[in-house]
């Protein structure tokens, strides 16, 4: 388990203020951080930072570890869930030439990785979908807040977290979207639902069965680690316990 932290004592109004302006500037003024290849990671909040930090720095998702079971330069990758982006660029880090697909509802979001897709010339090579990875095609509604930085398909979950934002969001199976692009799988998945795990994962175990390697963050009660790996083990694949502490997130490979 993640090591114990001390609490913070409660910010000051000065300290408050100056974290105010510090976003401000580096909203304005975004700094240019790189990953370990040398892709351009632009840091605009502290949420940025702190992905960024978690990827490149803590390492948080262990490519390099199990490289081997990956195979190939150009593996095919799955991201639900990308937010900005970050994990599919640290595996164009170690792959240069995979081909990834990245899933992200919020439309903010998704012209983010858009712009970092272009700035690090990876365009060609991911297709970027503004949906959410539901059972089937369609239509729903993601509820979130005035910043979009919490979001979930959920009602009930949302009525919990105060998530009081309808925005109405495409919805994409991942068996329609396979077919019609000819895919069999993906050699690499992550799947951050933010507690619709479980369904997706019934929906397509098919498809996502031929993953090597599937990081999967969970949300209990919703979606936890035992029910995601009972679901997984009946593929073959087992969880990744050595060198892999990912808090909420867990790991699980095929071998």
């Known amino acids: 388990m993640p090591p114990a932290t001390l609490s913070r004592p409660p910010r000051g109004p000065f300290e408050r203020l100056g974290a105010h302006w510090r976003d401000l500037f580096i909203r304005c003024f975004p700094i240019d951080a790189r990953s370990r290849s040398g892709f351009v ?42 937010h900005t982006g970050l994990f599919a660029l640290s595996v164009a880090d170690r792959w240069p030439e995979a081909r990834i697909h990245l899933f992200e509802p919020v439309p ?47 009602r009930e979950k949302a009525a919990e977290l105060g998530l009081r934002r309808p925005l109405p969001v495409r919805t994409v199976g991942l068996r329609e979207y396979c077919a019609a692009r000819g895919l069999e799988g993906f050699a690499i998945v992550k799947l951050d639902a933010e507690g619709h795990e479980l369904p997706i994962l019934d929906a397509a175990l098919p498809i996502l069965a031929r993953a090597r390697l599937i990081f999967v963050r969970v949300f209990p009660p919703r979606s936890t680690r035992a029910a995601v790996a009972e679901r997984l083990a009946q593929s073959g694949f087992r969880e990744a316990l050595e060198g892999y502490r990912g808090g909420d997130e867990h790991l699980f490979i095929r071998e």
């Open 41 to 82: 990671v632009p840091i605009w909040d502290r949420t940025q930072r702190r992905v960024y930090e978690r990827i490149f720095v803590e390492d948080t998702y262990p490519l390099d570890r199990h490289r081997d079971l990956v195979g190939g330069p150009a593996p095919e990758v799955l991201d639900v869930g990308a």
């Open 108 to 154: 903010r979001l998704a012209r983010h990785i858009a712009a970092l897709a272009r700035r690090n010339g990876l365009g060609s090579r991911w297709q970027i979908e503004e949906a959410a990875v539901d059972v089937r095609d369609g239509t729903s509604t993601l509820f979130t807040t005035r910043t979009r930085l919490g979001a979930t398909l959920l």
